[in-house]
């Protein structure tokens, strides 16, 4: 491969691996200089907690922008987004655009006051996401570095099922998937045993609020729809408001006249801007389950053939392929719903009977994946209780970090010297090819949201005493060829060559021993392993790749004529050393 290729390579990468560590640099560096800590900290909460604070801040600015449009005021700095949409309305209204936006110009524009407070409102949301967003494409820290819960759950007897192997699996699948409803950074969450479960939930978290996601059962049923009863409970209800409680649900069945004792009235739910269930409606379904949600197997969204419109298939298990085979065919034309923790999340009509791959249709994309999620995780085959937990405090974890920074600058620093010092100049190449690694290790960690641990730290400064071993056996073969009096083109691609097999065969081993770490190992091993892993990959890019080309560009373009790897051999030259005759 020619120079000039090799330059491209080498350029391209530390171009896509800047690229990779920029969110990581903006979370860490740029934003806590230029973002409010109350919104810092809020990326790192719930969805609850962002919808509250973002619909307290929208009132708070509604009221200071209606204050300002009954004086004539100018829109405020903070509010001035609303200046283009006030603009748009104007545009679709076909009005005649005022010479000045003020606040009250800007406020008239809008069709009503709520339209304009919900402008707020998603304005103050979609800023947190954006954190939020930011926060998960960085490199995540773990529960050691950043704090956080620490909690272990013992599995008690499954529910519904007699397969325990296959309950157990199906719950951490379930408490993922519940666990993720918090925004912070990526659980652990794996099994301890037989009968355990292990979840590290690192970051601030209120263990009140994780432990009702824990230990929730997650009922997932479906039963069939009443359209009937439906009817008559909305038809009252618009009447008598006052019959459903603070919880959504029916306060009394026999206050609604001609309600059907064998139904119950449930709220029709579906997700609001923030994630979060929201309320649009009420449905009666029939008391009795038509079909348990722990006989689902799997389910996925797929294209239609026909449209190309997405529809969420699952399979059952052989008992529950009977069960809706005898649900369906009873029910042919009527509405099934899919019901989870007393909340009707979809609604579909059977349109023939079904036995074991079931497809729903008539969604969007975004609620087909969500109605997907729910079907493969929600409900939790197992009960479950809190064996142990322990939180711990983010103090802890700076001291760490420092130590652990403090420990790897160290580390660098003494290698670099004594590559100085011992090569000389050549030690300038491996100090290059050092910070280069170092580089390229914390881009590959950013770029796939990698968690770091002190184990992980450690694992960076072993890699760097192992990065090192590399330069150091191209050297030493660079000295043989200097001893045979060769100049420095030869010397250079002999130590190269004659390197190659001996630094492949040790990183290639270590390699091997890394893969094993981290399929066998758990928690603190993989996160080691996985860091020795990428550091293997990147010290040998930068110790035959970069390194070669930096010796390269020293002899093309800066004119080098000599090798400088030694205090005790003559520098080879340019031109081999012919030997006298005898």
């Given at each position: 491969m020619s120079k000039r290729y090799r330059f491209f390579i080498v350029l391209l990468t530390m171009l896509l691996c800047f690229v990779f560590l920029l969110p990581s640099i903006r979370w860490y560096f740029i934003v806590p200089k230029t973002v409010p800590k109350e919104q810092q900290t809020l990326a790192l909460e719930s969805r609850?907690?962002?919808?509250n604070y973002s619909s307290r801040m929208a009132r708070q600015d509604f009221q200071e922008l209606l204050e300002l449009a009954r004086n004539r005021g100018d829109v405020p700095e903070k509010l001035v987004f609303l200046t283009a949409q006030a603009k748009?309305?104007?545009?679709?209204?076909?009005?005649?655009?005022?010479e000045k936006w003020d606040a009250y110009t800007v406020l008239d524009a809008f069709p009503s006051r709520a339209e304009a407070l919900d402008a707020i409102e998603a304005h103050h949301g979609d800023g947190i996401f954006k954190l939020k967003n930011l926060q998960k494409s960085a490199i995540q820290?773990?529960?050691?570095?950043?704090?956080?819960?620490?909690?272990?759950?013992?599995?008690?007897?499954?529910?519904?099922?007699?397969?325990?192997e296959d309950a157990v699996n199906r719950a951490l699948e379930v408490l993922n998937s519940r666990i993720d409803r918090f925004g912070l950074t990526e659980p652990v969450i794996r099994r301890q045993g037989t009968d355990q479960i292990y979840v590290e939930i690192p970051g601030a978290a209120d263990p009140e609020r994780i432990n009702d996601i824990i230990m929730g059962k997650g009922s997932l049923a479906f039963h069939i729809v009443d359209q009937e009863a439906a009817d008559i409970f909305n038809r009252y209800y618009e009447t008598h408001p006052e019959i459903i409680g603070e919880d959504d649900k029916l306060l009394d069945p026999s206050l609604v006249p001609g309600l059907s004792a064998d139904v119950m009235i449930l709220g029709v739910y579906n997700k609001d801007r923030y994630g979060l269930d929201e309320r649009t409606g009420y449905t009666a379904v029939k008391k009795e389950v038509g079909l348990n949600g722990n006989h689902i197997k799997s389910a996925l969204v797929e294209r239609a053939n026909l449209d190309g419109k997405p529809e969420v298939t699952f399979m059952l298990d052989s008992d529950?392929?009977?069960?809706?085979y005898k649900l369906t065919s009873a029910n042919v034309e009527k509405p099934l719903a899919i019901v989870l923790d007393d909340r009707v999340k979809s609604q579909a009509v059977i349109k023939s009977p079904i036995r074991d791959a079931v497809s729903l249709t008539g969604?969007?994309?975004d609620e087909a994946n969500n109605i997907a999620l729910i079907l493969r995780t929600a409900a939790l085959p197992v009960e479950l209780s809190v064996s142990n937990q322990q939180s711990i405090g983010a103090s802890l974890g700076s001291d760490t970090i420092r130590q652990g920074l403090l420990a790897l600058v160290g580390g660098l620093a003494a290698v670099m010297v004594f590559m100085l010092v011992y090569y000389k100049i050549a030690g300038i190449n491996a100090i290059v090819a050092q910070i280069l690694n170092i580089y390229l290790m914390l881009s590959i960690l950013s770029a796939f949201s990698f968690t770091l641990t002190l184990p992980s730290i450690a694992g960076f400064i072993l890699t760097i005493g192992m990065a090192v071993d590399a330069n150091v056996i191209i050297f030493e073969r660079m000295k043989e060829e200097l001893?045979?009096?060769?100049?420095?083109?030869?010397v250079i691609d002999g130590g190269f060559d004659k390197a190659f097999w001996a630094i492949m065969d040790s990183n290639i081993t270590t390699f091997i021993a890394a893969l094993f770490l981290s399929q066998l190992g758990s928690g603190p091993i993989q996160g080691f392993a996985v860091?020795?892993?990428?550091?293997?990959?990147?010290?040998?890019?930068?110790?035959?790749?970069?390194?070669?080309?930096?010796?390269?560009?020293?002899?093309?373009?800066?004119?080098s004529k000599n090798v400088s790897v030694s205090w005790t051999i003559g520098r080879g030259s340019q031109e081999p050393v012919l030997g006298r005759a005898k």
């Open positions: 609850d907690q962002i919808k748009k309305f104007y545009r679709e209204a076909k009005r005649k655009v005022p820290l773990g529960l050691d570095l950043s704090g956080g819960l620490s909690i272990i759950l013992q599995v008690g007897r499954t529910l519904d099922t007699d397969d325990s529950g392929g009977e069960i809706f969604f969007g994309i001893r045979l009096g060769k100049g420095r083109k030869a860091t020795l892993a990428i550091g293997v990959f990147s010290s040998v890019f930068t110790s035959l790749f970069v390194s070669r080309l930096l010796f390269d560009f020293s002899t093309d373009v800066l004119g």
